[in-house]
């Protein structure tokens, strides 16, 4: 299934993956121009969210990756320790 470039009959622009059309215009009755400004209020929202998550995300994986990987040497090391390698 393809995704329609009209709407309404008219054609539409579409941008990464989201539909231009303004919501402030008068062909619009006055409940569908709440609706799309609740919704455009309602994405911004996640937007800013997502992007403070992906900010407070990504330091703590890095720090998880350091971790693991001092926490790996370690076992490494105390693992030649115990054996003697001597060859």
């Not at 309602?42 to 992007?51: D, E, K, P």
């Not at 994986?61 to 350091?66: C, D, E, P």
């Not at 693991?68 to 090391?77: F, G």
């Amino acid at each position: 299934m393809s995704e329609s470039h009209h709407h309404y009959g008219k054609s539409v622009q579409f941008v990464d993956k989201t539909t231009q059309f303004d919501i402030y215009s008068a062909v619009y009755d006055q409940a569908t121009s709440e609706a799309l400004k609740q919704c455009a209020r309602v994405c911004q929202t996640i937007n800013v969210f997502a992007v403070k998550l992906e900010n407070f995300v990504s330091p703590l994986l890095a720090l998880r990756v350091v971790q693991v990987t001092l926490y790996l040497c370690t076992l490494l090391y105390a693992a030649t320790l115990k054996f003697d390698m001597v060859t």
